[in-house]
Structures are given as C-alpha cells and as structure tokens.
Antibody, heavy 124, light 111 residues
C-alpha cells in the first residue's frame, strides 16, 4: 500500500518561498500523477496542482504564477514551491496520488491515498 | 466561493439515512466523473467514492454515490457516530480554467 509523507518547514516568512517535499514509500512514483492540495484554517480543500512522473504539470490557475511542482524519480519524491507567500497561504498542505483518466470525452479523477498533511504558517 | 456547491451542514440520528448534494455545471460534473472524500476531525481526507458510484476496497456499502446531469449525491445509510465528518465532492473541470475542483464541504452531524 503506497504511503505518502509531507516534510518541510512549518514556518515561512511573508514574501518568502514555501518549499515542501512529499516522499512516496511502498510504491513507485513512476506511471502516476501526484498532487498537492491545501486546506486553510477552518476552510475547504483547494487543489494546488499536480505532476506526472514524466514531468508534465497542471496548476490551479489562481496559483499558477507562484507555483512550481517538480519530481525526483531517483528519490521517489515530488516537491512543491510556492513563492511570494502571504498570510493567506497559511494552511495544512497535503500530497496525494492522483488520477485523471480520459474515458471517451469524460474525465475520471480521484485522489488516493493522501499524506497526513503538514501545517505551514506564514508569519514574521 | 467553490466551483461545486454543497450544503454547509446536514444532520440525522443514528441509524437513519442522509444525503449530501453537490451541484456543478456542464464543464465539470455534467461531463466528468465525481469523487467523494470523508475527512474525520483532525485527519487527512480519505477517498470514499470514485467514478460517481464506485467504492474503494474497505469502504462499507452504507456509502453510495450517484450522479444526474450536473449534480451528484452522496448517500449514507445506517448512520453511526463515527460517520461525523466533513464530506467533499470533487471532479475535473474541463472549462477555460481546466483543473481539479472541490465542493465547499458538508459537515455531517449524527445527533
């Protein structure tokens, strides 16, 4: 059973860059899509973006200018970088294995499994 | 404001049935498949339903999903206190801003 674990700083200064890593264990990062999702305090889920093992990415348009997701097959991990952060970026950040498969003209999509999440606070 | 619309909260007594709706548009639910997630307090979300109606291994058949037009519904029968959680719908939006979209979430209270 694939397991995911987020890691990185829990505190980032305003205007700085948030950097997180998601380690994948008990499975290979190859042949899959991998996502980042965040949840602001007391709020719902927000998709940040995802990456295919080959390096192809898709980003949430509202965050696209500040987001970079990359992948390191040799380390079986993928990463998130979010630049120019503000207090509005304070959230729990989750990584997850993602799927979006075109079936005819319809897209099947789901996220499973998820990491336990990492709380990141943006504050000076 | 979420792309997909869910009721903020629903409630029912133990043993009863509850449904949670998720409303979208032709660019998302209307033309793509829907997934549902359960988020227990303090925990990460967990996949509950995918491909509109399918349950991953280990999810009891008390949980069911359906879709009609631009709306989807999650049903839970035989409610248990352990079902108290937030529930989110999710799908792919194929519009101009293509990407994964979530509902705002529904808090289920088992009275």
């Amino acid at each position: 059973q694939v397991q995911l674990q987020e890691s990185g700083p829990g505190l980032v200064k305003p205007s700085g860059t948030l950097s997180l890593i998601c380690g994948v264990s008990a499975g290979t990062i190859s042949s899959n899509w991998w996502s980042w999702v965040r949840q602001s305090p007391g709020k719902g889920l927000e998709w940040i973006g995802e990456i295919y093992y080959s390096g192809t990415t898709k980003y949430n348009p509202s965050l696209k200018s500040r987001v970079t997701i990359s992948i390191d097959e040799s380390k079986n991990q993928f990463s998130l970088r979010l630049s120019s952060v503000t207090a509005a970026d304070t959230a729990i950040y989750y990584c997850a294995r993602s799927a979006h498969v075109l079936v005819g003209t319809a897209i099947m999509s789901w996220l499973d499994p998820w990491g336990q999440g990492i709380r990141v606070t943006v504050s000076s | 404001q979420s792309v997909l619309t869910q009721p903020p909260s629903v409630s029912a007594a133990p043993g009863q049935k509850v449904t949670i709706s998720c409303s979208g548009s032709s660019s998302n639910i209307g033309n793509n498949y829907v997934s549902w997630y359960q988020q227990l307090p303090g925990a990460a979300p967990k996949l509950l339903i995918y491909d509109n109606t399918k349950r991953p291994s280990g999810i009891p058949d008390r949980f069911s999903g359906s879709k009609s037009g631009t709306s989807a519904t999650l049903g839970i029968t035989g409610l248990q206190t352990g079902d108290e959680a937030d529930y989110y719908c999710e799908t792919w939006d194929s519009g101009l801003s293509a990407g994964r979209v979530f509902g705002g979430g529904t808090k289920l209270t088992v009275l």
